[in-house]
């Protein structure tokens, strides 16, 4: 589900962003795309210029967390902008060990990050299968 005002956001930030040979705003792109296929899920979208761009996913029946997916667009440099995805450590399982445990980096709480510098296929699919047993795992358990 997206607000007028989040989609507004998103397509001035997708407007501006011109993608690097490192195809990360294609990346970010399909990620979003691949959230926002899933039932009940709705977005907010915070620019921090000069930071980061952040796109929050949250399920409509979420009690405690205020969200179950957080993907950053990491902007210290814009010509080499890359993406930063966090889930919560109990939400996903990462068989690869790619991700990176960041202590309270998750609005206070422990944080699972897996960052994407550069288009990467079988990357982008592990990314997805995060995402949906974050998403699944939360329905599961009521998040």
Known sequence: MWETNVIKEMEAFLKVW???????????????????????????FKARPGVSYSLRARHAGQKVR????????????????????????????????????IPFGLLGEDGYCFDLEEWDEKYLCYLEARMDEAYESFLDRGG
């Open 18 to 44: 011109e993608d690097a040979p490192q195809r990360t705003k294609a990346a970010f792109v399909r990620l979003q795309e691949h959230l926002a296929a899933k039932r009940d899920v709705s977005f907010t």
């Open 66 to 101: 205020p969200l179950f997916i957080i993907m950053d667009v990491i902007d210290d440099d814009q010509s080499s902008r890359w993406l930063s995805v966090c889930f919560y450590p109990d939400m996903i399982t990462d068989s690869e060990e790619r991700g990176i445990l």
